[in-house]
């Protein structure tokens, strides 16, 4: 029974890296918050809720990338 258990650990453990890193990086970046509100001038208006899932999502698999060494090859010319 224990086996069953832990099978689906591992399979697991990758999403569970990234939605760890995800967490990360929003709370450090302010990825997925709205725009406090300010005085004068604003530039753009609010995002939308839609936006933020989108942004999250598109963060999320850029981490999932990132855990499962995916991502953009370090030090390539462009």
Same mark, same amino acid.
């Given at each position: 029974?224990?086996?069953?258990?832990?099978? *689906?650990?591992? @399979?697991?453990?990758? =999403?569970?890296?990234?939605?760890? $890193? +995800?967490?990360?990086?929003?709370?450090?970046?302010?990825?997925?918050?709205?725009?406090?509100?300010?005085?004068?001038?604003? *530039?753009?208006? @609010?995002?939308?809720? =839609?936006?933020?899932?989108?942004? $999250? +999502?598109?963060?999320?698999?850029?981490?999932?990338?990132?855990?499962?060494?995916?991502?953009?090859?370090?030090?390539?010319?462009?």
């Amino acid at each position: 029974m224990d086996a069953l258990n832990n099978a *689906g650990l591992g @399979a697991r453990r990758n =999403e569970d890296i990234a939605l760890d $890193l +995800l967490k990360f990086v929003a709370a450090t970046a302010g990825v997925g918050r709205p725009a406090a509100p300010s005085t004068g001038f604003s *530039g753009s208006a @609010a995002p939308k809720p =839609e936006e933020h899932v989108t942004q $999250l +999502l598109e963060l999320y698999s850029r981490c999932l990338k990132a855990v499962e060494g995916k991502g953009p090859e370090t030090g390539a010319a462009k």
